[in-house]
């Protein structure tokens, strides 16, 4: 790639696709610090994704919501219980001990949420206002396998918004590729200063019947995230190649 060509691209990340910080405020905290002090809760969700989850509460309102991963239930919580009053969550937690944990601390919310027990079921309903990704990426303690974001968010005939909690290089691959099925969308990022890995992705989609927009759409957005395609790369590689070496 040239050099004027570069600089341009590197402008326009930096334009579009540069870290947001926000600032948590006393409420996040409390969230946080009250999961936090349970048991197995090493992996709860940052502060950052709390203060974002909060804001999209307030600004967006949904009604609708999805979410893989719902482990201990810091943002299941949060969403029923800053959410409009009619809305209902239907959420995806594969393991015994978080199930149970989730049944606990939702227990005043017991008719608005639905627990989905396995990633192979298809989610109840295929249009949601706001999709929260926190597991089921197929790694050790997480949950589900690595498809399986790809096959939920196919199967969603209209989404708004999706947010992906932490650095889920392969998820947000898996996310993209699916969306282009039927979206145009735009990505924002969320990080504390310094920490690029702490914070979270959001997704705003909107359907769109163009192919060529979407496709336009979706080129644009994979050079923008072109580092996390080259590290998917890498890793698929170094996999290979580990397997290999053990033939
Ligand atoms: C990142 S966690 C989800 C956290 C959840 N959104 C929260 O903030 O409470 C993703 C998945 O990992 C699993 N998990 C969480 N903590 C774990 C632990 N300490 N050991 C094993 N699995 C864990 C659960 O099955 C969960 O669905």
């Given at each position: 790639?040239?050099?004027?060509?570069?600089?341009?691209?590197?402008?326009?990340?930096?334009?579009?696709?540069?870290?947001?910080?926000?600032?948590?405020?006393?409420?996040a905290q409390d969230i946080y610090h009250n999961f936090r002090e349970q048991n197995k809760s090493e992996h709860i969700a940052g502060l950052t994704t709390i203060q974002l989850?909060?804001?999209?509460?307030?600004?967006?309102?949904?009604?609708?919501?999805?979410?893989?991963?719902?482990?201990?239930?810091?943002?299941?919580?949060?969403?029923?219980?800053?959410?409009?009053?009619?809305?209902?969550?239907?959420?995806?937690?594969d393991n015994l001990y978080f199930q149970q944990k989730l049944r606990e601390n939702l227990q005043n919310y017991q008719s608005k949420?639905?627990?989905?027990?396995?990633?192979?079921?298809?989610?109840?309903?295929?249009?949601?206002?706001?999709?929260?990704?926190?597991g089921g990426n197929g790694k050790t303690g997480d949950g589900g396998y690595p498809d399986a974001v790809w096959f939920i968010i196919s199967y969603l005939q209209s989404v708004k918004i999706i947010y992906i909690e932490g650095y889920r290089c392969l998820q947000r691959l898996l996310i993209r590729k699916a969306l282009r099925r039927r979206f145009i969308y735009r990505l924002q990022a969320y990080a504390p200063a310094g920490e690029k890995k702490a914070g979270g992705l959001k997704i705003e989609c909107r359907l769109c019947h163009s192919p060529f927009i979407r496709w336009i759409n979706f080129l644009f957005w994979e050079i923008m995230e072109w580092t996390s395609v080259e590290n998917f790369i890498k890793y698929r590689v170094n996999r290979l190649v580990k397997k290999f070496k053990h033939v």
């Open positions: 790639m040239s050099a004027p060509s570069k600089l341009l691209l590197m402008l326009l990340k930096i334009m579009l696709l540069k870290e947001n910080s926000v600032i948590p405020t006393q409420l989850l909060l804001n999209i509460c307030q600004a967006q309102k949904p009604i609708n919501i999805l979410e893989l991963g719902g482990g201990l239930g810091t943002l299941t919580k949060l969403l029923l219980a800053y959410s409009p009053t009619e809305a209902t969550l239907d959420t995806y937690e949420y639905t627990l989905i027990t396995d990633y192979r079921i298809l989610p109840p309903k295929r249009s949601y206002d706001l999709v929260i990704v926190d």
